[in-house]
C-alpha cells in the first residue's frame, strides 16, 4: 500500500538565521520551540544537520575540530499531513577539544552552560556520541549535566552517529546497553526520517492535549 507523501513528517524548508558568539545575543524567542544540537568536537554534527534538512551546506563543519564557538540558529519547517510547523534548530559549539586555548575554553563553556541551563525555549536536547566512544568521560559529564538542569517539558534525546562503522554485532551489543538511544548514518542516510519524526511527535505532543 504506497503512503501519500503529504503523510510523512518532512523538513521542507531551512535557512541559516544568525550565529551568536555569547549567550546574551541570542534572539528574543516567546513561541517558537528550539531544538538544541550539542556533542563534542568530530561527532558529526554538521554532517546529521545538513542531512536532517536536506541542505548540503547548510551546517559548516570547520576542518579545525574544535574552532566553531558560535551558537548557530537555523529555522526550520516541518511539514505533515499539509500542516507546516515552525522551530529552530540550534548548532551549540562542539566541546571537549583539548587544542583550544583555555581563556577561550573558558568563555565558550560558560556560554553553553548558560545556554543549556536558562534557555527556556528548548524543547529538546540532543546529545550526539560516536558510535565507537560510547563510553567517553566528557559524553558522561554532559548527560549528567542535561539531567541536572533539563525543564520537566525538555526532552534529552541521546544519537549515537556514524553507526555504519560499526558491524552487526556491535550495533547490537550497542542498542542493548542504550535501548532508549537512536542511531544514525548521516552518510548512509539511515536514521535520519526517524529522527525528524521523533522531534515532529515530541512538539507537537501538547498541540494534541489542548
Not at 181 to 191: E, F, I
Request: hydrophobic residues 35%.
Amino acid at each position: 500500500k504506497r503512503k501519500n507523501n503529504m503523510d510523512k513528517v518532512d523538513i521542507i524548508d531551512a535557512s541559516f538565521m544568525l550565529s551568536c558568539a555569547k549567550f546574551s545575543q541570542v534572539p528574543q524567542n516567546e513561541e517558537i520551540p528550539e531544538i538544541a544540537f550539542l556533542g563534542r568536537s568530530n561527532v558529526g554534527k554538521s554532517s546529521l544537520l545538513n542531512s536532517l534538512v536536506h541542505r548540503k551546506g547548510l551546517a559548516k563543519s570547520s576542518s579545525t575540530p574544535g574552532k566553531t564557538r558560535l551558537i548557530n540558529y537555523f529555522n526550520v519547517i516541518f511539514r505533515y499531513a499539509g500542516e507546516k510547523y515552525k522551530t529552530y534548530f540550534v548548532d551549540l559549539p562542539g566541546f571537549g577539544y583539548a587544542k583550544v586555548a583555555k581563556s577561550i575554553k573558558h568563555d565558550w563553556e560558560k556560554n553553553l552552560t548558560d545556554y543549556v541551563s536558562q534557555r527556556t525555549q528548548i524543547k529538546i536536547f540532543i546529545h550526539l556520541i560516536d558510535c565507537r566512544h560510547p563510553h567517553l568521560d566528557i559524553d558522561t559529564s554532559v548527560s549528567e549535566f542535561l539531567f541536572q538542569h533539563v525543564r520537566e517539558n525538555q526532552i534529552i534525546l541521546q544519537i549515537f552517529t556514524k553507526i555504519d562503522k560499526l558491524n552487526q554485532k556491535e550495533q547490537s551489543a550497542l542498542r542493548h546497553e542504550f535501548p532508549n538511544a537512536m542511531t544514525v548514518s548521516s552518510s548512509k542516510k539511515r536514521g535520519t526520517y526517524k529522527i525528524n519524526k521523533v522531534i515532529y511527535d515530541i512538539l507537537t505532543a501538547n498541540d494534541d492535549e489542548d
